[in-house]
């Protein structure tokens, strides 16, 4: 034992230690202070942010977990999607059409929803369906990747359209449809969005553990029955982003051409 | 075959009246910024007028299904859009994007024969000259066998001598099949030498019309 209290083989840490660990973050301080970086502002935003909404976080889970009931754990699932659009509004730079906005939402909500309860509902198989102690985890998951996903699939379609737009519209004087113009556009955003979920799979066991089995570990579960749930997750995932992307850019870029199949960036 | 009536767009083009005959060469002329490129924009409906009318073959452009209509009426922009690929696929491309079946390398030599073009078909498109990508994109808008060719300065790129032999080769081959040629040039000499019509716009009117 290393000085904290150990509840079930688990060290439970004291106050003073998890103060101990914004040590981490006086030491970036100091290191963007001492080069000259003006960040000092945002890492202590970031940070005050973090705690707060963990801690918040750690209270509203403790209640919903001792407190289940559907409405708690549909209420949580639809904080987590209108945050995730929001954030995904937020993370493109160039002013977003209403008709994009609402492929967005539309993309994230039913993408992520049907992937969470077919991973919940048929690969776990949990009872009741509104557990919160396994809906919420997995939907968080689910939920912050496909956002990910959307993101750089997002970005990478509205500069695509803006970059080649004289590839497009030269497609559409040949007489391309707007799928056919766009397609090398909608494969490229597509690929963008997917490549961050394929590529941590590959690294994952070898260069990380992922956070799910961590904590999983930690909590004194079998490394066995951790991987097992990881696997699970991990395809869970693969298969959520896949979905929220492949609908977004189907109905994404076709926000970028009028009823005359004229380019549109407006 | 076009016939314009009363069409307006933005502030950049006003024509009371203007007539486009089938099977005919038409070159618009007049200075930058005259909404000579607005007007081929126009008849491939890239954009739409806000009044007036546009009819094509005795149909108004509204009724028309702007897909179906480009690939009748094919546009070739002033600067050539070059997709990522070889000479080959850059050819063919029109083809793919206009559902129409692909042609074998026989055509293919004799667009490019006609054209000018002496390259390998397995050349990377990209890494041609600006007057090679130019008239690659000429003989990929010829393979379409459309009605009509919009074409905005498809000579810009080329010297005089090579424009002379391209464009002379280029009107002699829709000639020969009745197709009918839009267009845009800055060059007196291609006017003079190669249209049945000669169209001049200024500050986005019809300033003057002249058939040989």
């Known amino acids: 034992m290393l000085g904290g209290v150990a509840v079930r083989g688990i060290i439970e840490l004291q106050m003073w230690q998890v103060a101990v660990a914004y040590i981490f973050i006086v030491i970036l301080l100091f290191i963007v202070r001492a080069r000259g970086i003006p960040r000092e502002k945002e890492i202590l935003v970031a940070s005050l942010r973090m705690t707060l909404q963990l801690v918040l976080t750690g209270y509203i889970l403790a209640y919903v ?47 992520t929803l049907a992937s969470l309860f077919y991973f919940l509902l048929v690969v776990v198989r949990i009872s009741p369906w509104y557990d919160p102690r396994y809906v919420i985890p997995i939907a968080g998951m689910l939920i912050g990747n496909s956002m990910t996903g959307i993101s750089l699939g997002l970005s990478r379609l509205v500069d695509g359209m803006r970059t080649q737009q004289h590839l497009v519209e030269a497609a559409l004087m040949l007489g391309a449809t707007p799928g056919a113009a766009s397609k090398q556009i909608v494969n490229a955003s597509f690929d963008a969005a997917i490549l961050p979920t394929i590529n941590s799979m590959v690294g994952m066991g070898i260069v990380f553990l992922p956070g799910m089995m961590t904590g999983q570990i930690l909590s004194g579960v079998s490394p066995l029955t951790a991987i097992e749930y990881q ?19 189907q109905l994404g870029y076709k926000t970028f051409f009028n009823e005359e199949c004229q380019l549109d960036l407006q | 075959m076009f016939c314009l009536r009363g069409v307006g767009y933005r502030d950049i083009l006003d024509i009371e009246r203007l007539e ?5 060469v038409t070159c618009i002329v007049g200075e930058s910024g005259s909404g000579k490129t607005t007007l081929l924009r126009l008849l491939n409906k890239l954009i739409s007028y806000d009044n007036g009318d546009i009819v094509y073959k005795g149909h108004s452009l509204k009724d028309i299904d702007s897909v179906e209509l480009r690939r009748r009426v094919v546009m070739l922009p002033q600067t050539p859009a070059i997709f990522p690929g070889t000479v080959w696929d850059d050819l063919l491309i029109g083809l793919v994007f206009s559902e129409k079946p692909l042609v074998g390398e026989k055509k293919l030599l004799e667009i490019m024969k006609m054209v000018h073009l002496d390259k390998g078909f397995d050349e990377d498109a990209e890494k041609l000259s600006g007057g090679e990508k130019q008239r690659l994109a000429l003989g990929r808008v010829l393979l379409l066998d459309p009605e009509a060719f919009l074409l905005d300065e498809p000579s810009s790129a080329l010297d005089e001598d090579t424009e002379e032999v391209v464009i002379g080769g280029l009107v002699k081959y829709v ?38």
């Not at chain 1, 708690?72 to 160039?94: C, D, G, P, S």
Request: net charge positive; with cysteine.
């Open chain 2, 175 to 212: 000639r020969e099949r009745g197709k009918t040629v839009v267009m845009v040039t800055h060059s007196k000499q291609v006017a003079r030498s190669f249209s049945d019509k000669i169209v001049e716009i200024s500050h986005g009117r019809v300033v003057s019309c002249w058939e040989g």
């Open chain 1, 65 to 111: 977990f001792t407190n289940s009931h559907p409405l708690y754990t549909l209420l949580a699932i639809a904080i987590m999607e209108a945050f995730a659009v929001y954030n995904i509004y937020k993370r493109v730079k160039t002013p977003l059409s209403p008709r994009l906005r609402e492929i967005i939402a539309v993309s994230m909500v039913t993408g």
């Open chain 2, 20 to 24: 486009i005959p089938e099977g005919k």
């Open chain 1, 231 to 249: 696997i699970a997750i991990m395809l869970g995932i693969l298969g959520c982003v896949a979905l929220t992307v492949v609908m977004f850019v």
